[in-house]
């Protein structure tokens, strides 16, 4: 099950890498959070701390929504300046 | 056993949401994959959890098609495969691949088996015991950095003049 989260974690990695959009990269980073709380739970329950995994893994979930508010709001202000949201005119905003 | 078809069911959702081209789908196979996981949550004992990944995927979910339909990336992009593409689209496929094997490694070392029997049936009443005596500083910081973020990202996200042009 440790390997099944690995694996979602990579595609979410995966994804991030590949994808051209700001929405792509918001989806890779939900999948690589994702992976990463399965992971606390998981390995919470092999070493006998149950809830502690599962509290990383609600402070990650929400967390999540913190980076996820900051991509939206990032993504509203590109969309202003340029009409589209490419991760190649990220750096419009550094003007 | 059926936390093995769930996780089964999430995976072929996190790969259709990482390899499909149209966002819409990618959306929609990330709250499969949302709803999925919660499902292996709920399976493996952690209700508590379970409950709040459905809600957090169904409301992420319809925050991204929202933003998808305002972006105008409702419509699948015309992508050109380019030489640079397919070897971006690799080297992620290896990175990716080497983080899984790495945490599946790792994952040996842990000391025992995973513990799915329960003495009291349920974790919940112990974990808001935790939540609330335990962790009510991190909690707090948590609320307040969601609060900061909110205000943060409606100073950054808003308009001025000449966004237009």
Not at chain 2, 80 to 88: D, E, M, P, Q, S
Request: with cysteine.
């Amino acid at each position: 099950m440790m390997l099944v989260s690995g694996l979602i974690g990579g595609l979410g990695l995966v994804c991030m890498i590949s994808r051209k959009s700001v929405l792509g990269l918001l989806v890779g980073l939900q999948l690589l959070m994702i992976g990463s709380t399965m992971i606390f739970v998981i390995a919470g329950l092999h070493s006998g701390l149950r809830i502690q995994g599962q509290i990383f893994g609600l402070f990650i979930t929400l967390g999540g929504i913190a980076q996820l508010v900051v991509g939206y709001s990032l993504a509203i202000r590109l969309f202003f300046l340029k009409r589209r949201i490419s991760l190649d005119d990220l750096q419009a905003l550094k003007q | 056993m059926i936390s093995w078809v769930f996780a089964g069911i999430t995976l072929a959702a996190v790969f259709m949401a990482t390899f499909v081209a149209h966002i819409r789908v990618a959306i929609l196979a990330l709250w499969v994959a949302g709803l999925g996981i919660g499902a292996v949550y709920l399976t493996l004992g952690a209700e508590f959890l379970a409950i709040v990944q459905w809600i957090v995927s169904t409301l992420v979910t319809i925050s991204f098609l929202f933003f998808a339909v305002m972006f105008g990336e409702y419509d699948p992009p015309e992508v050109k495969k380019t030489g640079k593409t397919l070897f971006v689209q690799m080297i992620s496929m290896v990175l990716g691949c080497v983080f899984a094997i790495l945490l599946g490694l790792m994952s040996r070392s842990l000391p025992s088996g995973p513990q799915t029997e329960f003495a009291d049936g349920s974790d919940l009443k112990i974990l808001g015991r935790i939540l609330s005596q335990e962790n009510l500083l991190s909690l707090e910081v948590l609320a307040l950095t969601l609060f900061l973020v909110l205000v943060g990202g409606g100073v950054v996200a808003r308009s001025e003049e000449g966004d237009s042009s």
